[in-house]
Nanobody
Framework: QVQLVESGGGLVQPGGSLRLSCAASGSILLINTMGWYRQTPGKERELVATITSGGSTNYANSVKGRFTISRDNAKNTVYLQMDSLKAEDTAVYYC???????????????WGQGTQVTVSS
């Protein structure tokens, strides 16, 4: 059974930094694109950043230049380094990965449980 476990959320002051981690575990054959999304109450979940297995990245315009996504393929882990945080970055952050389980030839989207990030003074 494949699962994603996130860590690293919390409370930080404006201008501060946080680093989120998301580790995939279970019987995994292949991990394709990994990414982070965020959601605030009453709004749809939005893309923050993605990274392919080859290392190509994509960012939402609102976080470009402040957030950095990276991955460690040996550890099946994706990271999100968040710098110069703003109040509007406050949200629940979700990890997402396209994973091919060992029991299948097809890939499926998996989601983490979410981690709260609050930016406030």
């Amino acid at each position: 059974q494949v699962q994603l476990v996130e860590s690293g959320g919390g409370l930080v002051q404006p201008g501060g930094s946080l680093r989120l981690s998301c580790a995939a575990s279970g019987s995994i054959l292949l991990i394709n694109t990994m990414g982070w999304y965020r959601q605030t109450p009453g709004k749809e979940r939005e893309l923050v950043a993605t990274i392919t297995s080859g290392g190509s990245t994509n960012y939402a315009n609102s976080v470009k230049g402040r957030f950095t996504i990276s991955r460690d393929n040996a550890k099946n882990t994706v990271y999100l380094q968040m710098d110069s945080l703003k109040a509007e970055d406050t949200a629940v952050y979700y990890c997402n990965s396209e994973i091919t389980p060992a029991s299948s030839l097809l890939s499926f989207p998996y989601w983490g449980q979410g981690t709260q990030v609050t930016v406030s003074s």
